[in-house]
């Protein structure tokens, strides 16, 4: 049964740094795409950063370039986000999802994890 589980999330302090991690079983990462995406309460879910493993391809939303990086550990079958200077606002709910690898992010995903908690205050 293909699932991703993602997990690593917790509360942190302003300015702090955590990682969150996406774990596949059932399927291989190695031709599909992997999608990061968060939902703040109230608000609407946003893709925050993709990564491809057949060429290493990333894309960062630009509200978290220079803060946070992706990266893929394909032994693992695993994808990791590495977030640092966090800010309040990046509080929220954090999804992985998995497509098909024709794309950076694809324009839909086949698989989704049920999501980690990230929650950054004071």
């Known amino acids: 049964q293909p699932q991703l589980v993602a997990s690593g999330g917790g509360l942190v302090q302003p300015g702090g740094s955590l990682s969150v991690s996406c774990a596949a079983s059932?399927?291989?990462?190695?031709?599909?795409?992997i999608g990061w995406f968060r939902q703040a309460p109230g608000k609407e879910r946003e893709g925050v950063s993709c990564?491809?493993?057949?060429?290493?391809?990333?894309w960062y939303a630009d509200s978290v370039k220079g803060r946070f990086t992706i990266s893929s550990d394909n032994a693992k079958n695993t994808v990791y986000l590495q977030m640092s200077s966090l800010k309040p606002e990046d509080t929220g709910v954090y999804y992985c999802?998995?497509?098909?690898?024709?794309?950076?992010?694809?324009?839909?995903?086949?698989?989704w994890g049920e999501g980690t908690q990230v929650t950054v205050s004071s």
């Open positions: 059932g399927f291989s990462l190695d031709y599909y795409a």
């Open positions: 999802a998995a497509g098909d690898g024709e794309r950076l992010c694809p324009f839909e995903y086949d698989y």
């Open positions: 990564i491809r493993s057949s060429d290493g391809s990333i």
